[in-house]
Structures are given as structure tokens and as C-alpha cells.
């Protein structure tokens, strides 16, 4: 089992920056990859980072150069430093991770941290 808890969400004004965080406790060494999504308002949850667990990254077309994601292997903390944020980046912000065996790896998700971006 693992635990995620986001943080870090808020009102910006587009062009400005927010750091999300996600806590993570419980089985932490079996996780293999953890990652981002967002839920913008009335549309699907998407992918938009990811990290495995050599702390190699992979972004989305639509943050990649404005988003940086990282995880601290020390505290058990996964970020999601985010640049230039433009009014269509507004939505609910999910980090998840993927763990177990390979013959029963889960997905777990947070509980989601809102994010809203004015113009």
C-alpha cells in the first residue's frame, strides 16, 4: 500500500510559478514510477509528468519547458515545479504512483490539489 497527499495548490496569475508537492508514505521502495496529472474543469484527468525510479523524467507537449518534475528520495516527496503558468493549466492536480510486483502492480492516486490560474 501507498499513501499520496498533495499539497501546494492555489490561486496564480498567469506567468507566475507554484511548487505541488506530494507526500508519500507506505511501501515506498516498490514504487516504480510516480507521476502528475490534472483534471481541467468539465474534461478528462491527463497525464503531464512522470518520473521512474532512476529519476528519469518525461513531460507532456503541453508543460514540457515550463514544468519540472523531481522527487526527493530523502523526505519521500515528489514536486512539481511550475513556470509561466497559463489560465488553461487551471484544474485539479493529482500526483500517483505505481507499485508492486510485476505480477500485481496497483496504481495509487492522492486525493487531488486545486490550481487555478487567472488571466
Known amino acids: 500500500q501507498v499513501q499520496l497527499v498533495e499539497s501546494g495548490g492555489g490561486l496564480v496569475q498567469a506567468g507566475g510559478s507554484l511548487r505541488l508537492s506530494c507526500a508519500i508514505s507506505?511501501?515506498?521502495?516498490?514504487?516504480?514510477?510516480m507521476a502528475w496529472y490534472r483534471q481541467p474543469p468539465g474534461k478528462q484527468r491527463e497525464l503531464i509528468a512522470k518520473?521512474?525510479?532512476?529519476?528519469?523524467?518525461n513531460y507532456s507537449g503541453s508543460v514540457s519547458g515550463r514544468f519540472d518534475i523531481s522527487r526527493d528520495n530523502i523526505n519521500n516527496i515528489l514536486h512539481l515545479q511550475m513556470s509561466r503558468l497559463r489560465p488553461e493549466d487551471t484544474g485539479v492536480y493529482f500526483c500517483?504512483?505505481?507499485?508492486?510486483?510485476?505480477?500485481?502492480?496497483?496504481?495509487?492516486w492522492g486525493q487531488g490539489t486545486q490550481v487555478t490560474v487567472s488571466s
Open positions: 500517483s504512483a505505481v507499485a508492486g510486483a510485476l505480477i500485481n502492480r496497483q496504481t495509487y
Open positions: 507506505g511501501s515506498v521502495p516498490s514504487i516504480h514510477e
Open positions: 518520473i521512474n525510479k532512476f529519476d528519469v523524467p
